[in-house]
C-alpha cells in the first residue's frame, strides 16, 4: 500500500516546492495557520480548463478560510492563448503560463495539477474538443489526479449541462468532471492505474454558479436556491491581516501573460455552489464530512496533542510546542491510513522546522552543469532554536550519494558544509517534461508518474535528515543557483542540467518569395569547456546548403558560436524542414535552448526541436519600406522581412506626420489599441496618412464580455465582435473575387488557405459602414458565414483594412498563402500609383 501511495505523493512533493527561490520562512501567525490547516482532514479540487479560469477567491477561501487541503486542475496549461507581454507563444507560452499559475499558487494556498491536454486554441462545441483531445486519454488523467489527490469535495467552474454556449474546452473540463467523480471509484476504469493507487469516492460535486450563468442578476435573485450553497469570500483573516479577496486579487494579478493584473478587492462577497452529485449535508462545503482527526483509526490521540497547540498557540516562542509536536509526529509516522500518513508528516514535519527557524539551503554558483560533470554544493543549515538537533546525513537522490555527517546544529550557529557531487552520465536534461516526446495538436505524451505534476521534478532533490530531540526527520529541498546583482541583491534560479552543446537558428521559418539563396545563422553555446565538434544541416530533398559543414571550437562554457549557411531552394515550390546538428566527439546534440525570463516568475530554460520550416513560395510585393506598431508580441515585423519588406517598428508615443511621410503603408499589431494608452490619441494622424494616400492596416483587437471594444477603430463606423472561425481548414468563400487584395501582385486562390494552423481567425467585425467592403466570407461547421475577417475602405487617397485573420499564427508558421494575402493588402493601391507615374511621365 505504501508503494502506491509514495508514487504520487513523494513525486508531488517535490514537484510542489518552487524551484528556484530561496528557502521558505515563516512568521508565528503563518505557523499557527499551518497548525489549523494541519487539524482540518478535508481536502478540496477546483476544475476548470485553462491557466486563468480559476477562481482564486473560492481557491483561498478553502485554503485559508476553511484550512482545507486545496488544488487547482488545469485542464490545459493555456499553450493556445496569446501573450500580452512578450514572444513566447504554443509550448513557450505553455509553460510562462504554467509557472504562473504556481506563482498564484503560493500566494492563495492551494496546490497545482495538469493533465497532457494541448490547448489547440479556441474551440466552440465539447464535440470538437473531446475528439481533438482524445476523451479517454484526459478522462484518464483527471481520474489520475482524483485518485491519488483523494478529494472530498470537487467543484466545476463551468456548466456541463451548456455545450455550445460558451468555450469548447470550458464545458469538456466540466463534463469530464461529471464523469470522472464517478470513474474513479470503478475498479473497471482505467485499471492500470490501479498499480499505484486506489480508487476513491469524492463526496461532493458542485457548479461554482453566478448571475452571469442565468443571464442576468434579476433572474439569478428570482432563481430557486435551494440546492445552493452561499460561500462569502470576503472574510476577513486577522493573523494574517488581509481579507480573503485580497489575497486571491494577488493571486489572480500572477496570470500576467494574460493580462489579469488587478486592483485588490475587500468586503463581503458572495460566491455560490450548486450541487450536481452527492448530498448537501448542510450549508457549508464541508458540511457532513467528517473532516477531524477522528475521521483515521488512532487519530484522536493525535487529536489530543494537536488541538491544544492550535488553541493555545505560542507565537512569542513557537519552538515551546516542538516536543508535543514530535509525540504527534510518531503518532502520524504510525498510522495505517497510508494517504493521510503521508499528507500530514509533510504538513507536520515543515510546521516542526518553522518552529524551530529551521533554515536549510543547498546551492551552487553555477546555474547548470551538463551530465558527467562534478559540481560543488553548499548545503547551509541553521537551528535558530534551543531544540537540541543532530545533524545525521545529506543525501543527494539522484544516485543515492549519502554524505553521513554526525554534527549537532547550535542554536543560531550556521553550519556551512562543502559537498562534491559527480552528475550522472545518464541524468535526463532540465525541460518540462510533457515536452519531451512528440505531441499531437491535442495531446501531450508523459510516463503515468509524471502525469498531473506541474513541473518536472527538480534536477537534483536533496534529502537532509536532522534528529530533533531523539526523532529522526527527513527535510527534502533541491539544488538551486543563488547568487547576488548589485541592483537587486540576492538571487535564486532553478539549477539546470543541459546538453553539452545547443543550437539555435536565427529564425524558425525561412520563406522564400524567388530562388535568390538566404544566409541561415546558427548561435551555438556551451555548457561546458573545451567544445571541439563540427555543426551541419540535414537538408529537405531539392535544397542546397554550403558549406557542407563548420568546424567550431568554444573552449569556455557559457560561450557562444556562430556560423553561417547558405541556403538555396530549388526552382519549384516547396517546404520542408532544415534540421541543425552538432557532433561533438561522436555525439550528436540537436537542442534549441529558449530561456523564460520574467520577474514575478522563477527563470525556465526549455529545450525545443531546433529544425527550421523553409518555404519556397512565388511571393511578389510592391513597395518596400513599411512601418509596424507592436502590439501584444508577435512575429509579423520579422516574417515580413522575410519576403523583400523593410520593416521599421514604430512607437505610438512617436507616431507623427513628418514620421508616417517615409512609409507607403503601416501595419498594427495584434491587440495594439488594448494595451497602448498611447495609440488612441494617434489616431488622427493615421486617419490623414490614410487620407493623404497611405495604406493602414488594422489587425484584430479584443472585446469585453459586454461587447465593448476600442473606440475610434476606423474613419467609419466599425462595430468589432468576439466572432472567430475556429477550425483552420473552415471553406473560405471570394465575396469579392475581382477586388485588387485578391488578385495583386498575386493571385490568390482556394490554395492559399490550405495549410493554415490552429484558427481562420477571432474577433471578426461585426457591423461597419457601407464603405467597407467584405472580401471574405467563412464559418464554422453548423454556423452562418461570417464577413467581418477582412474589410477593406478607400479613405481619400489610401485605404484602411480591418482584418481578424490570424496572422500572427500563420506568419511564423510559413504559411505561404498568408504571406500572398497580408503581400497584397500592404500592396493595395501601389500599382495604381506606379501607373499614374508611368502615365505623367
Known amino acids: 500500500m505504501l508503494t502506491r501511495v509514495s508514487i504520487f505523493t513523494i513525486g508531488f512533493l517535490f514537484t510542489l516546492l518552487s524551484y528556484g527561490q530561496g528557502p521558505k520562512t515563516y512568521t508565528s501567525s503563518e505557523i499557527y495557520q499551518a497548525v489549523q490547516k494541519l487539524n482540518f482532514l478535508g481536502t478540496a479540487l ?28 488545469s485542464i490545459t496549461r493555456g499553450d493556445g492563448g496569446q501573450n500580452l507581454i512578450g514572444p513566447e507563444l ?34 466552440k462545441h465539447p464535440d470538437e474538443t473531446l475528439k481533438i483531445w482524445n476523451k479517454e486519454d484526459v478522462l484518464s488523467d483527471i481520474v489520475w489526479v482524483i485518485r491519488n489527490f483523494k478529494p472530498d469535495v470537487i467543484i466545476n467552474r463551468f456548466d456541463h449541462r451548456s455545450p455550445g454556449s460558451t468555450h469548447g474546452h470550458h464545458t469538456s473540463s466540466a463534463m469530464l468532471s461529471m464523469e470522472a467523480f464517478d470513474k474513479a471509484n470503478d475498479k473497471n476504469a482505467f485499471p492500470g492505474q490501479l498499480k499505484h493507487t486506489d480508487p476513491w469516492q469524492t463526496k461532493k460535486l458542485f457548479f461554482n454558479t453566478s448571475w452571469w450563468f442565468y443571464g442576468s442578476e434579476e433572474k439569478f435573485h428570482k432563481a430557486d436556491k435551494s440546492n445552493l450553497i452561499s460561500v462569502d469570500v ?11 479577496n485580497e489575497i486571491a486579487s494577488v493571486a489572480r494579478s500572477q496570470h500576467l501573460s494574460q493580462g489579469f493584473g488587478t486592483l485588490t478587492s475587500r468586503g463581503s462577497h458572495h460566491h455560490y455552489l450548486e450541487l450536481l452529485k452527492g448530498e448537501l449535508g448542510g450549508s457549508q462545503i464541508f458540511d457532513g464530512i467528517n473532516t477531524s482527526w477522528t475521521r483515521v483509526e488512532k487519530g484522536e490521540e493525535i487529536e489530543k496533542i494537536l488541538l491544544p497547540i492550535e488553541e493555545d498557540f505560542n507565537f512569542t516562542n513557537p519552538s515551546a510546542h516542538i ?13 495505517e491510513d497510508q494517504h493521510w500518513r503521508s499528507v500530514k508528516l509533510e504538513q507536520i514535519k515543515n510546521i516542526i522546522g518553522a518552529c524551530s527557524g529551521l533554515f536549510i539551503e543547498t546551492t551552487t554558483d553555477i546555474a547548470a552543469a551538463v551530465p558527467g560533470s562534478e559540481i560543488e554544493i553548499q548545503a547551509n543549515l541553521l537551528n535558530r532554536s534551543p531544540i537540541q538537533m543532530e545533524l545525521e546525513k545529506i543525501e543527494i537522490l539522484p544516485s543515492n550519494t549519502e554524505f553521513p555527517l554526525k554534527r549537532t546544529l547550535e542554536n543560531n550557529q550556521i553550519e556551512n558544509i562543502p559537498l562534491r557531487f559527480k552528475i550522472p552520465q545518464d541524468s535526463d536534461y532540465s525541460n518540462p517534461y510533457w515536452l519531451n516526446n512528440p505531441s499531437t495538436l491535442g495531446m501531450y505524451q508523459a510516463p503515468l508518474e509524471l502525469r498531473g505534476k506541474a513541473q518536472t521534478p ?40 543541459l546538453p553539452k552543446v545547443t543550437v539555435n537558428a536565427a529564425s524558425k521559418v525561412m520563406v522564400f518569395a524567388d530562388q535568390r539563396p538566404k544566409p541561415l545563422s546558427l548561435s551555438i553555446t556551451s555548457a561546458t569547456n573545451k ?18 559543414e563548420h568546424k567550431i571550437v568554444i573552449p569556455n562554457k557559457g560561450e557562444v558560436r556562430t556560423v553561417t549557411f547558405i541556403v538555396e531552394p530549388p526552382k519549384q515550390e516547396s517546404h520542408g524542414n532544415i534540421t541543425p546538428v552538432v557532433t561533438v566527439e561522436g555525439q550528436r546534440f540537436s537542442k534549441e535552448l ?6 514575478h516568475v522563477p527563470r525556465q530554460s526549455v529545450l525545443l526541436d531546433p529544425s527550421v520550416k523553409v518555404v519556397r513560395s512565388n511571393i511578389d510585393i510592391n513597395g518596400n519600406r513599411i512601418a509596424y506598431i507592436n502590439g501584444a508580441g508577435d512575429a509579423i515585423a520579422e516574417s515580413l522581412e522575410q519576403i523583400g ?11 507623427s506626420a513628418n514620421l508616417l511621410k517615409n512609409y507607403h503603408a503601416v501595419v498594427v499589431g495584434i491587440r495594439a489599441y488594448n494595451i497602448s494608452k498611447t495609440l488612441k490619441f494617434k489616431q488622427h494622424l493615421l486617419f490623414d496618412f490614410v487620407k493623404n494616400g497611405g495604406n493602414l492596416i488594422v489587425q484584430y483587437n479584443t472585446v469585453n464580455r459586454e461587447g465593448k471594444g476600442p473606440s475610434n477603430l476606423a474613419p467609419f463606423s466599425l462595430e468589432l465582435s468576439r466572432k472567430r472561425v475556429t477550425d483552420e481548414n473552415a471553406q473560405v468563400t471570394f465575396l469579392a473575387p475581382n477586388h485588387p487584395i485578391l488578385n495583386s501582385p498575386n493571385k490568390i486562390t482556394q490554395a492559399d488557405f490550405q495549410g493554415w494552423v490552429q484558427e481562420r481567425g477571432l474577433y471578426f467585425a461585426q457591423n461597419w459602414a457601407r464603405e467597407f467592403e467584405p472580401i471574405l466570407a467563412m464559418n464554422d461547421a453548423g454556423e452562418s458565414p461570417k464577413e467581418g475577417s477582412l474589410l477593406v475602405a478607400p479613405y481619400g487617397k489610401g485605404y484602411y483594412i480591418y482584418t481578424g485573420l490570424s496572422f500572427f499564427r500563420e506568419l511564423p508558421a510559413g504559411v505561404s498563402g498568408a504571406y500572398k494575402l497580408l503581400a497584397n493588402m500592404i500592396s493595395l493601391g501601389e500599382q495604381d500609383k506606379t501607373n499614374n507615374n508611368a502615365l505623367n511621365n
Do not use: C, M
Not at 476548470?48 to 486542475?73: C, F, M, W
Not at 510562462?96 to 494541448?118: H, M, P, S, W, Y
Not at 529558449?594 to 520577474?599: A, F, P
Open 46 to 73: 477546483y476544475i476548470a480548463a485553462h491557466p486563468d479560469d480559476e477562481n482564486t477567491q473560492l481557491i483561498s477561501y478553502l485554503s485559508n478560510g476553511v484550512k482545507a487541503r486545496t488544488a487547482y486542475l
Open 90 to 123: 504554443r509550448e513557450l507560452l505553455g509553460v510562462l503560463r504554467t509557472e504562473e499559475l504556481l506563482a498564484a499558487r503560493a500566494i492563495d494556498g492551494g496546490k497545482q495539477f495538469f493533465t497532457r491536454a494541448n490547448d489547440f486554441g479556441y474551440s
Open 234 to 244: 470576503g472574510t476577513y483573516y486577522p493573523n494574517l491581516g488581509k481579507s480573503n
Open 323 to 335: 516536543p508535543d509536536l514530535l509525540k504527534a509526529y510518531k503518532l502520524i509516522d504510525a498510522l
Open 458 to 497: 527538480a534536477a537534483i532533490p536533496i534529502k537532509v535528515t536532522i534528529t530533533i530531540q531523539g526523532v529522526p526527520i527527513e527535510f527534502k529541498t533541491s539544488v538551486v543557483y543563488k547568487f547576488a546583482k548589485p541592483d537587486k541583491g540576492e538571487r535564486y534560479q532553478p539549477f539546470e542540467i
Open 531 to 548: 567544445i571541439n565538434g563540427v555543426v551541419s544541416l540535414e537538408t529537405p530533398n531539392g535544397w542546397k546548403v554550403s558549406p557542407s
Open 594 to 599: 529558449n530561456t523564460i525570463n520574467y520577474q
Open 645 to 655: 519588406y523593410k520593416v521599421d517598428l514604430i512607437d505610438p508615443n512617436e507616431i
